[in-house]
């Protein structure tokens, strides 16, 4: 420890408030910032109707919800690493160059997973 007090932690309902504001900064955030993850909402949301109504059983409903949820969670933690990377800062580094390019290749991954969970379904 440096001598410094400890910061107050928040415990219970607080803390389950203000996990909800980060969650809601985060999500504003990556909207106003991150055409991707527009992008991917636009498609997600009749996605999700199409699933909800679709005549299939429940885990075959859920897994296709499941995997297009996946794909926001994905681009979400992508946009994430960037904004790590970027804070760093602008120069060229090996390391930051994987770091992005693993997070882009993470959300094509689950986007081909959420293709594959329809068609098998759907066909």
Do not use: Y
Not at 53 to 67: S, T
Request: net charge positive; charged share 15%; hydrophobic share 60%.
């Amino acid at each position: 420890m440096d001598g410094r007090p400890m910061k107050a932690r928040k415990t219970g309902l607080n803390r389950v408030i203000a996990a909800a504001g980060n969650s809601w900064r985060g999500l504003r955030a990556c909207w106003i910032n991150e055409a991707a993850f527009r992008q991917e909402v636009v498609l997600a949301v009749p996605l999700l109707v199409a699933a909800g109504v679709w005549q299939v059983g429940g885990v075959e409903r859920a897994l296709m919800m499941a995997a297009v949820l996946q794909v926001l969670v994905v681009e979400l933690l992508n946009s994430g690493i960037e904004a790590a990377i970027d804070r760093i800062g602008p120069e060229h580094h090996p390391l930051s160059a994987l770091a992005k390019d693993a997070g882009s290749a993470a959300v094509t991954v689950s986007l081909l997973l959420a293709v594959v969970v329809w068609v098998c379904i759907l066909m």
